[in-house]
């Protein structure tokens, strides 16, 4: 709360007094125990692979689960038909999330240009101006947030620098992000546009 600069310092003080914690999406094994319980609740009888494969898909949170179960339930009493994987499927194709193809740094390096209007090759060059090292920097920071890639391959796809340029990038993203409310905007459009 005390970095945020944009709110009176009565709200600051009253958020200073709070806890502050980081909530996480439940884990796979966590979904499944939630899932068992509001089923027997709701007296659902759901099988072992409605369980898991529910518990597979959906991963945002307990109200998704839970309205899951809901439409689960009214579906099946609607048409008299048991529960199973494929009214999962049908019932539920909203609240599914596909499998997502990885995300790759050509992906990354193709939207930083399109957003700041450069070409693949501008960013790929040795040139060193502002104009081009920032969004090369922030290119090399987004490739190391959402993709799997090692250092050294991020860096090829940049046009050949080595992981100590990679990791200086990242640094330098990271040192901008937290002291720049506007610069932290940008780079949190970006990570939607990659990743929606």
């Known amino acids: 709360p005390k970095e945020i600069k944009t709110i009176t310092d009565r709200l600051r003080s009253r958020f200073s007094m709070g806890l502050i914690a980081d909530i996480q999406p439940p884990e ?11 089923s027997d609740m709701e007296r659902l ?13 959906v991963k945002t949170n307990i109200r998704e689960l839970e309205g899951c179960l809901i439409r689960l339930g009214a579906q099946a009493a609607l048409t008299g038909s048991p ?16 499998e997502e193809k ?28 502002k ?14 947030q959402l993709t799997d890639g090692s250092l050294n391959d991020i860096g090829k796809s940049m046009g050949g620098k080595d992981h100590a ?12 992000r937290a002291k720049d409310e506007n610069f932290n905007r940008m780079v949190e459009t970006l990570l939607r546009k990659i990743k929606p």
């Open 28 to 38: 796979y094994e966590t979904r499944v125990a939630i899932i068992h319980k509001k």
């Open 131 to 144: 104009e081009i090292a920032q969004p090369r920097q922030i290119a090399m920071y987004l490739s190391r």
């Open 165 to 176: 340029t990679v990791i200086y990038a990242c640094k330098q993203v990271e040192d901008k």
């Open 102 to 129: 990885p995300i790759t740094s050509e992906q990354i390096l193709k939207t930083v240009c399109e957003y700041f209007g450069l070409k693949i090759q501008d960013i790929k060059a040795r040139k060193r101006t």
């Open 45 to 57: 009888g759901l099988k072992e692979d409605v369980i898991n494969f529910i518990a597979a898909k």
């Open 83 to 98: 529960i199973d994987v494929e009214m999962a499927k049908k019932v539920l194709k909203d609240f599914i999330q596909d």
